[in-house]
Nanobody, 115 residues
Framework: QVQLVESGGGLVQPGGSLRLSCAASGNNFNIYGMGWYRQVPGHERGLVAY???????TYSDSVKGRFTMSRDNAKNTVNLQMNSLKPEDTAVYYC?????????WGKGILVTVSS
């Protein structure tokens, strides 16, 4: 069974930066895709950034040019560098991995952008 653990969230002022990290652990797994999604209360969970194995990263239009996702396939980790944060980036951020065709989600981590 694969588990995902997110870290790095918190409170930041508008214009600031945060770096989220997600680490996958378990036995004998092969991750195909990894990425980040976010959810605001009352709204559906939506894409932030995602990449399949060996392909480029797809970003939501709302974060292009401000967020950068990086994967370390050897370590089964994915990071999300978030710059120029805006209040509308406030959300619970979830790490997602696709393992043998099955979606695995982390528990989520709160990012709050506020002065």
């Amino acid at each position: 069974q694969v588990q995902l653990v997110e870290s790095g969230g918190g409170l930041v002022q508008p214009g600031g930066s945060l770096r989220l990290s997600c680490a996958a652990s378990g036995n004998n797994f092969n991750i195909y895709g990894m990425g980040w999604y976010r959810q605001v209360p009352g709204h559906e969970r939506g894409l932030v950034a995602y990449s399949s194995s060996g392909s480029t990263t797809t970003y939501s239009d709302s974060v292009k040019g401000r967020f950068t996702m990086s994967r370390d396939n050897a370590k089964n980790t994915v990071n999300l560098q978030m710059n120029s944060l805006k209040p509308e980036d406030t959300a619970v951020y979830y790490c997602r991995a696709v393992v043998y065709g099955i979606d695995v989600w982390g528990k989520g981590i709160l990012v709050t952008v506020s002065s």
